[in-house]
């Protein structure tokens, strides 16, 4: 996967996977957090996270302008290690229930600067990898692997804060139920109208419950639950640590790379490798670069709905549990191998392979097939699972599509028909809105969550989890091709005294798209579950024919 390449990218890649390992752990359960620990609505608790990410993809702009005008890209990325490690150690300290409200905010506050600060810059540092013509042919395929280690760290991280969650839960005699913490705060704060319901659900985590302990049985439910969410929020901090250790450790692999043109500039040695633009073409590519911002502003407003109206969609109205077969889906340490075994069958039936690789492919396929078989073998008729689980869909499909996708690509370029970075761009957009579609159809016979009071649906209600899981899928396929594609372009388009600044300007496109995604959630109990999904999609196909009618000034630009 890396042949070819420089070596600064495996330490790109690395050191963002640990990175990316901890923000999604925190991403996976942090609305659920919100709702269990403070009671808040779908709305507010939705807002919050949107002006969190907001903040989260904001920042860059200020550590781009950091980097490229100040301390150079090492410097500041290593500083946003720093800072970031700071605010998840702070979001992890375990507070009373119903307390430490403002450490949360201020721990959000901290995380949101350091991502600022180590984001974009990571991502200018590996553009900067590819300025070298012996690399620059590979840039694109190179933001597709960069882009896999950032999913590889995702895809791991919502079933460890589930397994963090219920560690916890267990050693305190629980089991997660997503229907108490809603039920609960509605209870404590007298405004559950059928107490009885509330009651039998706590019967079933101990029969001993009764209408004199119940307030008791409420309080230590949400209270150990939003312990076991600060528990999962601890991992980031592990996870930070090694990002810097990877990042620290392997300098000499990038430090080529590790310069700003203000930096060059000021080295008789590298003076003469300044790249001197026109105001003209600086304008051009400015005025390029914001028309793309523009239109991946509504494909993240769609895509970040994953932590906030899809979470609720999982916890609410689909299926909590599912049989042996399905369970697959849902269990890495199952569909890991799973995926191998498919891997390895592939390159035994593979045309034209070579006898060692079909040899390969063969033994890939008998070792994972049997452990694949052996991890079902262990699962119960009826697996449970808690909403967050759907979160490592995305990242699966990211890292086992990559390599699909890379292919596609490659043989598309060797026929002379390798589509732009921008019209890739338009066709993620036009997958997006494919994939809401799918919601829409989903959703169209479901009560509104107005209509539920919020709680999660009674059973004839709930809907099969595959409609989540196709969703993600093509999701999935429109992020691989908009992304990396995206940030491709940004890395081969920005004038070169400002990669940094226009990295964070990326990334500020995509912080307005989470703002939107607060919007959306709260929609969440304002509208039919089908007109939601709707505003998506039309959202995302608006934007793809405004990206479609600027194509070929997009295109001439970036060809320039």
């Excluded at 159809?441 to 196709?470: E, K, M, N």
Aim: proline fraction near 4%.
């Amino acid at each position: 996967m890396f042949k070819g390449h420089p070596k600064g990218l495996i330490v790109a890649f690395f050191a963002n996977m640990g990175e990316r390992f901890g923000f999604y752990t925190m991403v996976s359960i942090f609305v659920l957090f919100m709702q269990a620990k403070y009671g808040l609505s779908s709305g507010t608790s939705g807002y919050i996270y949107g002006i969190f990410m907001f903040c989260v993809y904001f920042f860059p702009l200020l550590g781009g302008y950091l980097a490229d005008r100040v301390l150079g890209y090492g410097k500041t990325i290593s500083l946003g290690l720093v800072v970031m490690f700071i605010g998840y150690l702070m979001l992890s300290l375990p507070t009373r229930f119903e307390t430490g409200f403002v450490l949360v905010l201020a721990a959000l506050a901290v995380i949101a600067l350091g991502t600022g600060l180590f984001k974009g810059n990571l991502q200018a540092l590996v553009g900067n990898l590819y300025d070298d013509p012996k690399y620059s042919s590979l840039r694109d395929r190179a933001f597709n692997i960069f882009y896999m280690g950032i999913n590889i760290g995702a895809m791991f991280a919502p079933s460890a804060s589930e397994k963090a969650c219920n560690w916890i839960l267990s050693r305190n005699n629980f089991r997660y139920d997503a229907r108490i913490p809603a039920l609960a705060h509605d209870f404590l704060k007298g405004k559950l109208a059928d107490v009885s319901q509330f009651l039998a659900v706590a019967k079933e985590q101990n029969p001993s419950i009764t209408f004199d302990n119940l307030k008791s049985f409420a309080e230590n439910y949400l209270s150990t639950l939003s312990k076991s969410y600060h528990f999962g929020f601890g991992l980031a901090c592990i996870s930070l640590i090694i990002s810097m250790l990877i990042f620290w450790g392997f300098r000499k692999y990038y430090r080529k790379a590790d310069v700003t043109e203000k930096q060059k500039a000021a080295s008789a040695e590298l003076k003469s490798q300044v790249v001197e633009l026109t105001p003209e073409q600086t304008k051009e590519r400015l005025v390029a670069l914001g028309l793309v911002f523009f239109v991946v502003i509504f494909f993240w407003m769609a895509f970040q709905q994953s932590a906030v109206s899809m979470t609720f969609f999982a916890r609410d109205y689909t299926v909590p549990q599912v049989d042996k077969l399905t369970n697959l889906w849902f269990d890495l340490t199952g569909l890991i191998p799973l995926y191998l075994a498919l891997t390895g069958l592939y390159f035994l039936v593979k045309r034209n392979a070579s006898k060692g690789s079909r040899i390969g492919g063969g033994l890939t396929l008998i070792v994972f097939g049997a452990l694949t078989y052996l991890r079902y073998r262990t699962y119960p008729d009826v697996n449970p699972f808690q909403p967050q689980r759907f979160q490592h869909f995305n990242p699966f499909f990211i890292v086992s599509l990559t390599p699909i996708i890379i292919a596609l690509f490659a043989y598309l370029n060797k026929k002379g028909k390798e589509p732009s970075a921008p019209r890739k761009i338009g066709y993620g957009m036009l997958l997006t809105a494919a994939a809401f579609s799918i919601l829409v159809i989903g959703s169209l016979r479901l009560p509104s969550p107005a209509a539920l009071g919020g709680q999660v649906a009674p059973p004839q209600y709930q809907v099969s989890v595959y409609w989540l899981i196709s969703t993600y899928f093509l999701l999935t396929v429109a992020e691989l091709f908009l992304s990396p594609m995206g940030i491709s372009f940004v890395s081969r388009v920005a004038p070169p005294k400002y990669k940094g600044l226009m990295q964070g300007g990326w990334f500020a496109a995509t912080a307005i798209g989470n703002y939107l995604v607060g919007v959306v959630g709260w929609l969440w109990m304002k509208v039919p579950l089908w007109a939601l999904w709707s505003i998506l999609v039309v959202a995302c196909l608006l934007s793809a024919a405004f990206m479609f009618s600027i194509m070929k000034k997009l295109e001439k630009v970036a060809a320039s």
